[in-house]
Structure formats: structure tokens, C-alpha cells
């Protein structure tokens, strides 16, 4: 039989590598829509997914009411990377700015929030059309620096990232 390894890295740290026997393995029992009761190696984990981004295999989740950014791959994912061939290039951003003039509808992240690309992150009025903008790469928000109902200019600073 063929193990197939898993690897993953919470908030860019942290790495966590398991056969498919040891994730199937895991004592999971779902208690509401997304939200799991987790039992690994004698803990006891309260689980909750709040976003997955299949294309980039990056699942936002609450660890214990603690937010975490992980980024699974398989071992496919990490023949690539072995042989330097790194199909994702990420891209880190420092600022979402508004393409153009407008007014703030709705802020969809909060500080402290990890966001991958193409993650929807605020909803921008503009010639009475809404445009979601969306992250060009990824990263953990910072700071909000606009607010709901106010009118930005094209290329104003709406969202800090770290």
C-alpha cells in the first residue's frame, strides 16, 4: 500500500507532516456546520473553518478561538518544491488601495486576519456598481484604515497589511 505524506504549515511557521492513515486517524466529530471537536494525541481541540481557498489548498480556521492560516500540501506539492519548481509564486502585499474613486460598503477582514489571494476583502461602491476587491497575494491584515460609508479617492490606503 502507498503512503501518501501531508504537510502542513500553520501561519508560516509551524509544520506538521502526516501519513494518510494519521489524518484519517484523526478523532474529528463535527458539532455545527464547520465547526469540529478535535482529539490529537490525548488534547482536545475546538476547531472551526471559516474560509478554504481550493486553489491555493490554504484553509483559514479558529484553533481554540485563535485564528490560523494553514497551507496544506501533498506529496506532489513537495516533489515540486524539492525540485525547485515552485508553481505558486507568492506574492506578499504591504496595502490594498482603491482602483478607483468610490464609497465603502462593507469591510469583509478584520485585524489580525490572515488572507490568501484572490480572498474577497471589502466591497467598494462605485458609478452605483459594487466591486468586491480582492487580495492580490496574501498576508495578515494590520490595520483597516478606512470605515464603512466613507468615500475613498482612486489610490487611497484602505487596508494595512503585515
Do not use: C
Not at 525540485?83 to 505558486?88: D, E, F, Q, V
Request: charged share 25%; glycine share 6%.
Amino acid at each position: 500500500m502507498k503512503i501518501v505524506n501531508y504537510t502542513a504549515i500553520v501561519n508560516d511557521k509551524a509544520e506538521l507532516s502526516l501519513t494518510r492513515e494519521q489524518a484519517q486517524g484523526l478523532d474529528a466529530v463535527e458539532t455545527l456546520h464547520n465547526a469540529f471537536h478535535v482529539i490529537h494525541e490525548g488534547k482536545t481541540f475546538q476547531a472551526e473553518v471559516t474560509k478554504i481557498n481550493l486553489e491555493t489548498k490554504a484553509v483559514n480556521l479558529k484553533l481554540n478561538g485563535k485564528p490560523k492560516l494553514v497551507k496544506l500540501q501533498d506529496e506532489y506539492d513537495l516533489l515540486v518544491k524539492k525540485m525547485g519548481l515552485s508553481a505558486n509564486v507568492i506574492h506578499k502585499i504591504s496595502t490594498i488601495k482603491a482602483p478607483m474613486p468610490g464609497l465603502v460598503l462593507s469591510i469583509l477582514v478584520e485585524p489580525g486576519q490572515a488572507v490568501v489571494h484572490g480572498e474577497p476583502m471589502l466591497i467598494l461602491e462605485a458609478m452605483k456598481m459594487e466591486n468586491v476587491i480582492k487580495s492580490p497575494g496574501e498576508g495578515k491584515v494590520k490595520k483597516i484604515v478606512v470605515s464603512k460609508g466613507k468615500a475613498v479617492d482612486k489610490g487611497e490606503v484602505l487596508i494595512e497589511m503585515e
